[in-house]
């Protein structure tokens, strides 16, 4: 296991998303471990605000050390707004290999719970099977663009395996938790080939799936047939949820006209 870099403090911790598929979202980490390469949107907006100097410091976690007292704070405030709480939007609650950052996760999680306030969890790390202890309403997602461990490595070097992370969130089904995919940001066929169908298959088990494209990707704006193939993909998304029960949500953007579930 590995130790965050060390502990910070905040004056505040809920806040409203901004994002279309979210409501409140909490980050209690500051930098990810991961090092994804898509490139990641988090750590170009904390570089450009000056939270991190550089892709190597981003690396490095800093733990919130205040945030169940800020939760203890801001909870009986915002409890009548909240809908929801998305851990996390610019770092990962279950990062990959620390067990501090997944042990703060979770006892925010159930702070949140205790209060009536529903969570949306979303990693690239593994999914601890005591997320199936707490409330029936959350849910519990693993971010899946690719079954292919070598494409991985490239881009997402420090992350839990693919099929790791599979492992934890079926058995999470399996005990009748509420489980979803974010399929975003999906490649383009120059970063990688694969078939998006065998990746459906793969996830037939969850309850959602949301899809998306990349974004701020040279290598995605170079690729000349882009605009086909995110509609290809995403029509091919539409079609195995409809056929399969599960609901879906296709990011703004991925898709020009789009009948969604």
């Known amino acids: 296991m590995k130790k965050v870099k060390g502990y910070i403090k905040r004056k ?30 988090a750590f170009m907006m904390k570089k450009r605000f000056g939270k991190v100097s550089s892709y190597e410091e981003w690396l490095e976690p800093y733990l919130v050390e205040n945030t169940l007292e800020l939760l203890d704070t801001e909870i009986p405030k915002l409890r009548d707004k909240i809908k929801s709480v998305q851990l996390c939007f610019t770092t990962d609650p279950f990062m990959y290999r620390y067990d501090e ?3 703060m ?82 490649p383009t066929p120059n970063l990688v080939r694969q078939k998006l169908e065998k990746i459906l298959d793969a996830v037939s088990f969850t309850d959602r799936i949301i899809f998306g494209r990349t974004n701020y990707s040279k290598d995605v704006s170079s690729f000349p047939e882009q605009k086909d193939f995110y509609n290809q993909c995403a029509n091919q998304v539409i079609e195995f949820c409809s056929e399969h029960g599960i609901a879906y949500h296709i990011k703004e953007g991925t898709l020009t006209q789009l009948d969604e579930a």
Do not use: Q
Request: proline share 4%; aromatic share 8%.
């Open 12 to 41: 505040s911790m809920l806040y409203v998303t901004g994002v279309e598929y979210g409501d409140y979202t909490m980050n209690h980490v500051l930098g990810c471990a991961h090092g994804c390469r898509y490139p990641c949107y």
């Open 101 to 103: 950052v997944g042990e």
């Open 105 to 186: 996760s979770l006892a925010a999680i159930r702070k949140l719970n205790k209060n009536g306030i529903k969570c949306t969890v979303l990693t690239k790390g593994i999914l601890p099977i005591e997320l199936a202890e707490l409330s029936e309403e959350n849910e519990y997602g693993i971010t899946l663009v690719s079954l292919t461990e070598a494409f991985r490595k490239r881009m997402e070097p420090h992350s839990a395996k693919y099929p790791e992370r599979l492992d934890a969130l079926k058995k999470l089904h399996d005990r009748g938790c509420k489980t979803w995919i974010s399929m975003e940001p999906y």
